[in-house]
């Protein structure tokens, strides 16, 4: 994948998040906050069981079109057809290859949005893709075409999807995005609490020293803080230092 990561790369746009170096998770979250600002409608959608159902011939076929070396086409077939959820199907989630071929599985969608549907607000993380515009029956229309795509092209279903304005909020990545602000979703808020006390319980219980308890705890802080939660964290942490 190291010799093969340019040749993904340079077909990817530039609003695709996931597993690319410069870009990630809060990059994305900052992306979305600006085209929330910008634009009055999102339409939200992600592909049904997205690893599960990735069609194990449109990969090959995808990537027949970007690879010429047939001993590198010969090794991505061997990775492919070793795992399957169903008859042709699956990628295993976790593998280092499976990122890179999820990614290129939608790239082809992400260029359909930007080229042919012409929208200029969009953000994908690998299969959760937002869609910004100030006008909600372009949206809709937008929703057709891409049904209609992920069904013909790539052989998937998408999920129900969601359409609302900005400044309702908008659920993504673990967080609510509005306009003028983003908090944490309430799985993330449950999330963080009982990560958090399972640290605190081992801590107090002797179990882990404070340098490893510091270690755990510090990424889960950076995820809170990413959004506007300083008077929830007061709330929830500071009786627990009295």
């Known amino acids: 994948m190291n010799v093969c990561h340019e040749y993904f790369e340079r077909v990817q746009i530039y609003d695709s ?13 900052d992306r979305a906050k600006g085209y929330s600002r910008k634009f009055g409608w999102f339409l939200k959608l992600d592909v049904r069981k997205f690893f599960d159902s990735v069609h194990h011939d449109v990969l090959k ?24 959820t169903e008859p042709a199907r699956g990628l295993p989630i976790g593998n280092l290859s499976s ?11 992400d260029h359909f949005v930007k080229n042919d549907l012409r929208v200029h607000g969009y953000v994908r ?15 809709k229309n937008a929703l057709q075409a891409l049904s209609q795509y992920v069904e013909t092209e790539l052989r ?10 900005s ?9 609510r995005i509005f306009p003028d602000r983003m908090s944490l979703n309430q ?16 801590r107090k219980e002797g179990k882990w020293d404070e340098a490893y308890c510091q270690q755990k705890v510090l990424p889960l802080l950076a995820f809170v803080c990413h959004a506007d939660t300083l008077a929830w964290r007061k709330k929830l942490l500071l009786p627990e230092r009295i």
Not at 99 to 109: D, I, V
Not at 156 to 165: E, G, H, Y
Not at 190 to 198: A, N, S
Request: proline letters at 1%; a positive charge.
């Open 17 to 29: 998040y996931a597993c690319r170096k410069g870009k990630g998770t809060y990059a994305a979250l």
């Open 61 to 84: 076929n995808q990537l027949d079109r970007r690879f010429k070396d047939w001993e590198v086409l010969r090794i991505f077939e061997k990775i492919i057809d070793s795992y399957q």
């Open 99 to 109: 990122q890179y071929f999820a990614n290129h599985f939608l790239n082809g969608l």
């Open 125 to 139: 993380y690998m299969d959760d893709l937002v869609l910004w515009h100030d006008d909600k029956a372009f949206l």
């Open 156 to 165: 998937c279903t998408l999920k129900a999807p969601i359409l609302n304005q």
């Open 167 to 175: 400044l309702k909020g908008l659920s993504f990545l673990g967080y």
């Open 187 to 202: 799985n993330s808020k449950r999330r963080f609490i009982r990560k958090y006390r399972e640290i605190e319980q081992n």
